[in-house]
């Protein structure tokens, strides 16, 4: 079994601009867009303040739950990268 520390994975964010080694993701909400749900991930050694990426935007909160439990899988699968829809 891997340590806390051990459970970190390359993102590629839905838009393709960000690849990101992230330690903990999320849902937000995404004020003032036409897609009001987001996962947010937490990128690794950012700084000691810490650095949130918008990983994938979705149209609904439940949208947005299935693309997270997609990651979650995949992150106990022990993938090294995987791309947001």
């Given at each position: 079994m891997q340590s806390k520390e051990e459970y970190t994975m390359w993102i590629r964010s839905q838009?393709?601009?960000h690849l990101v080694k992230c330690t903990s993701f999320s849902l937000a909400r995404n004020w003032?867009?036409?897609k009001k749900n987001a996962i947010v991930g937490s990128v690794s050694n950012a700084s000691w303040l810490g650095?949130?990426?918008v990983l994938g935007l979705y149209d609904t909160n439940e949208i947005a739950l299935n693309e997270l439990t997609r990651l979650q899988t995949e992150l106990i699968?022990?993938?090294d990268v995987y791309e947001m829809n």
């Open positions: 838009d393709k601009k003032g867009g036409k650095k949130d990426v699968n022990n993938s």
